[in-house]
């Protein structure tokens, strides 16, 4: 198992609405997303496209959100995590495995912002960063 392509970057924010408005006006980056509320995992989420890549903008949704704990530790944000496509999830899960990583939470894959299965990480395995992997869009 080899990671594929960086799907995109992930930054926490308290301000979804001022993140995006920041990379528009700072950067000139204004095509993003719409906002999307995704209760089940806790997170407010817009994507910011960019010719490579994307941002992906999280703003905590509920007090046991994950990104609230982040948040208290950067109250001004800061980059999340990094996430990388692979071919076959499930087969990137037991890679992770083998190779002694500790996948987060039930360690089965699970639908993400983008609508494809995803798994994450622990930054411990990581040299502190937080990984998520993401099925291949269209595979
Ligand atoms: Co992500």
């Given at each position: 198992?080899?990671?594929g392509?960086?799907?995109?970057?992930?930054?926490?924010?308290?301000d979804?609405?001022?993140?995006?408005?920041?990379?528009?006006?700072l950067y000139?980056?204004?095509?993003?997303?719409?906002?999307?509320?995704?209760?089940?995992?806790?997170?407010?989420?817009?994507?910011?496209?960019?010719?490579?890549?994307?941002?992906?903008?999280?703003?905590?949704?509920?007090?046991?959100?994950?990104?609230?704990?982040?948040?208290?530790?950067?109250?001004?944000?800061?980059?999340?995590?990094?996430?990388?496509?692979?071919?076959?999830?499930l087969?990137?899960?037991?890679?992770?495995?083998?190779?002694?990583?500790?996948?987060?939470?039930?360690?089965?894959?699970y639908?993400?912002?983008?609508?494809?299965?995803?798994?994450?990480?622990?930054?411990?395995?990581?040299?502190?960063?937080?990984?998520?992997?993401?099925?291949?869009?269209?595979?």
């Open positions: 198992m080899k990671i392509r960086l799907n995109h970057v992930g930054v926490a924010v308290p979804i609405e001022a993140a995006k408005a920041t990379y528009a006006d000139g980056a204004s095509d993003a997303t719409d906002t999307r509320a995704f209760p089940h995992l806790g997170v407010k989420v817009a994507f910011v496209h960019l010719d490579n890549s994307e941002i992906e903008l999280l703003e905590p949704l509920g007090d046991d959100s994950p990104v609230h704990k982040f948040l208290e530790r950067n109250p001004k944000g800061g980059q999340h995590h990094l996430c990388f496509e692979v071919e076959d999830i087969a990137a899960r037991d890679a992770m495995i083998e190779r002694g990583a500790t996948v987060l939470g039930t360690g089965e894959p639908i993400g912002a983008h609508g494809v299965p995803v798994i994450f990480i622990h930054p411990k395995n990581s040299n502190g960063q937080l990984i998520e992997l993401m099925q291949e869009p269209g595979k």
